[in-house]
């Protein structure tokens, strides 16, 4: 695997780094222990990754490695880390769905690492079905992990169920419960959080107990895991969610939710512990393409008043396919009363970008996982990206020799035709939209009234266009579209 980083130095350092290789990278999980990141990332050894393992590689405050784990079974079919929870700030646990080639049967893998990347012990838990999809850990007031976990029995039935078990953070064993209700075709889970001593579970599956609300669902645990109550997912978010407790009687959601009839943003609710709405909203604005919230994980809290969410911009559900050529990752930033102060993006013009997961950090700032396409070198598969941004989004230097760009706004369809869409965050509402041709003539000119202009540029001859965004006058922004 060849590891390219780059970085720039300052009172808060950001930074990109790349992992590039003929497999398939994928980053699953990114925590903060203390000052380091760890990072788990999948890696697949074909299409798809079919025969996969998993690294997990510790980066410190400026980017550069400085230990790697890697989990290499001969005898495995695969070993994902799903999820990385710290127990102190010298100590943590990872949380693996793994399947053996010997055992008819997946299990759950947990290993207590130390934070230099010591093995302190290693467990895995034994369950009754050949595979697992989604797997979602927590801590809960007792200070024990909760996982739930997605279950299938594989080809060629592909039966769905759910398991919620708890063990102590020493990886003793307390208690689980299988529930096989719900449609078993379809269910799996993305978030599990416990709040004043009752668990929500974000899944989907649970529609035909909650007829014509939506895709996705929440089902109300007690303290041995049976459903005492289920209902839809407020705000008809769905799929790919993550919730997030504030307190006993609040908590956030974040996913993919619908901002017109037809078309998707990313959504965050700061919702009462009985589903009351306190506040919503929503990165992106209806339009032609689809905003999809970060395919593990799209949310993380970096204090009470500063809320990361994230997901792909102009994304179609598909990784190994471009929607659009500028399909790039999206980071927005709400307070408290999630009012969003920012929304940035991320990507270039060579290549595709899809949100993974994210991980607000301790210096205010965050970091984001995605995974690279380019189709261009298909061969490459999906490449992994780490970013990270300072409290505003930015990178304190972008670096010269980076690939990736950040982004006021993006243009698109790109190549397009007719009409093109403008789509920005509204720290730049009021902001000047200039486009030109190659002979530096100015062809368009506007004001951006809101976060999603769209314009029609039939009067365009076929070639390249540059464009630039003026704000308070200054440049904070430039591109190029072509018109086929």
């Not at 302190?120 to 801590?139: C, G, M, P």
């Not at 007690?222 to 969610?241: A, H, L, Q, R, W």
């Not at 559900?317 to 307070?335: A, I, Q």
């Not at 006021?408 to 965050?425: H, K, L, M, T, W």
């Amino acid at each position: 695997m060849l590891l390219l980083v780059f970085q720039t130095v300052s009172a808060q350092t950001n930074y990109v780094i790349q992992y590039t290789s003929a497999n398939e990278e994928i980053p699953f999980c990114i925590k903060q222990i203390g000052s380091n990141q760890f990072t788990a990332i999948r890696i697949g050894e074909e299409l798809f990754g079919y025969k996969q393992n998993s690294r997990l590689i510790k980066t410190n405050s400026v980017g550069t490695t400085t230990a790697e784990y890697n989990y290499e079974v001969s005898d495995s079919s695969y070993y994902n880390i799903t999820n990385i929870v710290p127990i102190n700030e010298s100590e943590f646990l990872t949380i693996a769905r793994c399947k053996s080639k010997q055992l008819p049967f997946a299990q759950i893998g947990v290993i207590k690492f130390d934070t230099s990347l010591q093995v302190i012990w290693e467990k895995k838990f034994a369950l009754n079905r050949a595979s697992v999809d989604f797997q979602y850990a927590t801590i809960n007031s007792s200070g024990n992990v909760v996982i739930g976990v997605g279950l299938s029995t594989g080809y060629p039935s592909w039966v769905y169920s759910l398991l919620f078990m708890e063990m102590t953070s020493d990886g003793d064993s307390l208690k689980s419960n299988y529930l096989t209700m719900g449609n078993p075709s379809l269910v799996n889970i993305y978030s599990l959080i416990e709040i004043n001593g009752q668990y929500k579970a974000f899944v989907n599956g649970y529609s035909s107990y909650v007829p014509n609300q939506g895709f996705s669902q929440m089902l109300q645990l007690d303290t041995n895991f049976n459903i005492v109550g289920i209902k839809p997912s407020p705000y008809i978010i769905m799929e790919c969610m993550t919730a997030e407790k504030i307190d006993d009687a609040r908590y956030f959601l974040t996913g993919k939710a619908y901002s017109s009839a037809t078309h998707f943003d990313v959504g965050i609710a700061k919702l009462s512990i009985t589903e009351d709405s306190i506040a919503f909203n929503h990165a992106g604005e209806p339009g032609t393409a689809v905003d999809y919230s970060g395919w593990i994980k799209c949310m993380s809290i970096a204090n009470s008043n500063s809320i990361y969410t994230g997901g792909t911009g102009n994304d179609n559900g598909m990784f190994y396919n471009c929607h659009f050529t500028n399909k790039v990752l999206m980071l927005s930033n709400y307070d408290s009363l999630l009012n969003c102060r920012w929304t940035r993006f991320y990507g270039s013009d060579t290549a595709c970008y899809t949100m993974s997961t994210l991980e607000a950090t301790s210096d205010g700032g965050c970091i984001m996982g995605g995974m690279i396409y380019t189709p261009t070198r298909p061969e490459n598969l999906l490449d992994a990206v780490i970013i990270k941004v300072d409290s505003l989004g930015l990178f304190t230097e972008i670096p010269k020799i980076s690939k990736v760009q950040v982004h006021e706004a993006i243009v698109y369809p790109n190549p397009g035709f007719d009409v093109i869409n403008i789509q920005s965050g509204t720290q730049i509402t009021g902001a000047e939209f200039s486009m030109y041709d190659v002979s530096g003539k100015q062809v368009l000119k506007m004001t951006l009234i809101t976060t999603l202009v769209q314009m029609d540029v039939t009067q365009f001859t076929e070639g390249t266009y540059l464009w630039q965004i003026k704000h308070k006058g200054r440049i904070v922004d430039t591109g190029k579209w072509i018109r086929r």
